[in-house]
């Protein structure tokens, strides 16, 4: 298995793992906080958009355009907003992360061994290329277990 195919399994996989976690949820749901202050999962959701868009593009992806006016819906700034007509529905942040998903998959196929080690968008965090794709499948990740939490406080079923 080389690097690219590994990479690209996490990623498909943490998508999978993530639509898995929205599938019974409501776009109503997705504004539940499970403590006050904490971010609801709709916010997440479009931070994690922002996030991969941003750094994948520093490290020399191909950018995957996210509709106009994503990045101000979804700053520091709208996290503490309760309003769902202030944000994407449940469908276009899914729609849109399988679209800004298949773009990171497709270059991180294309990477070679150079390009992996390659330096990061963040020296102390992420210092190399390598560690950028590692990152954008545990970003996903961590943020589940914090809708997971979301899920339990709604009395959804555990589904791990």
Same mark, same amino acid.
């Given at each position: 298995? %080389?690097?690219? !195919? ?45 996030? !991969? ?24 700034? %709208? ?12 469908? !276009?942040?899914?729609?849109?992360? !399988? ?62």
């Amino acid at each position: 298995m %080389t690097l690219n !195919e590994l990479f690209a399994g996490n990623l498909k996989g943490t998508l999978d793992m993530l639509k898995m976690h929205l599938g019974d949820l409501s776009d109503a749901d997705l504004m539940k906080r499970p403590v006050p202050n904490a971010n609801h999962a709709n916010w997440q959701i479009g931070h994690l958009l922002i996030s !991969e868009v941003f750094l994948t593009s520093k490290c020399g992806a191909p950018i995957v355009e996210l509709p106009a006016g994503f990045a101000d819906r979804y700053s520091k700034e %709208t996290a503490k907003i309760d309003d769902l007509s202030k944000f994407a529905t449940k469908a !276009e942040l899914i729609a849109q992360f !399988e679209k800004v998903r298949a773009g990171t998959i497709a270059w991180v196929k294309t990477l070679t061994p150079a390009q992996f080690a390659a330096p990061g968008p963040m020296p102390d965090f992420m210092p190399t290329v390598a560690d950028l794709c590692a990152m954008a499948s545990g970003h996903v990740w961590m943020h589940c277990g914090q809708i997971q939490v979301i899920r339990r406080s709604l009395g959804k079923p555990v589904l791990f």
